[in-house]
């Protein structure tokens, strides 16, 4: 099978193409795990962790991807929640516990970073961490449902707002056009206020029905009670704080921050940025039962999900476009669907 591979930590500074196209066995599947063709990957910011070793993978070669559409192949021993040929999504979570607080636990194991991902056109997953995928979506448009939407969904109930409120979100890629869409529909009484550094992002926003988008500095017209943060920069979250009303939540959907911009925290004050009861919540992760119950609600709004369409063979491409910040919705490898 084709497979796009990361082969070392040497990230992007020596050839700017760090994944590397290789023909590998196909997979087998064994007790309690399903065999996917995989039809799409989404790509995520998750991977430029990867790649850049913020989160590296435990070992290399390694194909990453964790946002995958497929259709079942093959039905290892002791396997009965799927049928061969059903389409099911798989996301970051390949692997847990099984309990409440799977997220966190010291059995989580990351798709695409820990075991080989979605950039291939097969791959293997435990029975149990595969999900149905709704009709009403297109392989192209659930893609980034599987990581983007499922962990935008983990972080609007951890910020813990109630319909009427405020909700503030810093930037707007793949993950932060779909909160915004389900912000509107479980909260139809709030206002949802977009912080992005792009004019682009900044109109996308008001397309898909923010109230209000300015700069990531920019003052709101009025202060958010919950700002949630997508974005792989500093200044952001110390532009949150301060804008936050006394008693709101900051959360934090990141699996790492990068280091171009950390210096700016040497400037955070007690008084401005953290005092009268402000509080910061960082997302860990997403738990099955996050994709479970998201993709129905994703189903029944329906979410519009813009994506980006690229060959697995030009995922560095996409990679280049997503680090260079060249984002509107989310980004998607085509490699054996059609739409």
């Known amino acids: 099978m084709r497979a796009m591979v990361l082969t070392s930590g040497a990230g992007f500074d020596q050839s700017g193409e760090p994944l590397v196209l290789q023909d590998l ?4 599947p064994g007790d309690g795990e399903i065999l996917l063709q995989v039809l799409v990957c989404g790509v995520c910011h998750t991977e430029l962790d990867e790649i850049e070793g913020r989160t590296p993978p435990p070992k290399y070669p390694v194909t990453p991807g964790h946002e995958i559409v497929g259709r079942v192949a093959e039905l290892g021993p002791d396997c009965s929640r799927h049928e061969i040929g059903q389409r099911v999504g798989v996301g970051w ?14 059995a989580f194991v990351a798709t695409g970073r820990d075991v080989d991902g979605g950039y291939a056109d097969y ?24 990581c983007a939407g499922a962990v935008g969904f983990r972080s609007l ?3 813990n707002i109630s319909d ?14 779909l909160v915004l869409q389900l912000a509107r529909y479980l909260y139809p009484e709030g206002r949802v206020f977009v912080f992005a550094r792009s004019e682009t992002e900044r109109a996308f926003a ?10 990531t500095s920019d003052a709101p017209p009025e202060p958010p009670h919950a700002i949630i943060d997508t974005t792989p920069a500093w200044k952001p979250m110390l532009a949150a704080l301060q804008c936050l009303r006394p008693g709101g939540r900051l959360v934090i959907n990141a699996i790492r921050k990068e280091s171009a911009d950390r210096h700016l925290m040497a400037e955070i004050s007690y008084e401005r940025h953290l005092w009268q009861e402000k509080e910061i919540k960082s997302v860990a992760n ?7 119950e998201f993709l129905p609600i994703a189903a029944k709004i329906p979410l519009r999900v813009e994506v980006q369409r690229y060959r697995l063979e030009n995922a560095n491409q996409a990679l280049t476009d997503l680090r260079a910040g060249h984002v509107r919705g989310a ?9």
């Open 25 to 28: 066995p196909r997979p087998v």
């Open 93 to 106: 979570i390949h692997s847990s516990s099984g309990r409440a607080d799977e997220n966190i636990s010291a």
């Open 123 to 146: 791959f293997v997953v435990p029975e149990r961490y595969a999900y149905p995928i709704p009709d009403v979506f297109s392989d192209a448009e659930a893609a980034p449902l599987l």
């Open 157 to 159: 109930r951890l910020a």
């Open 164 to 177: 009427g409120e405020v909700l503030g979100l810093t930037g707007f890629g793949g993950s932060g056009h």
């Open 206 to 215: 008001l397309e898909l029905g923010a109230d209000w988008s300015g700069d």
């Open 286 to 292: 997403v738990t099955h039962q996050d994709i479970e």
């Open 331 to 339: 980004k998607v490898l085509m490699i054996s669907a059609t739409n």
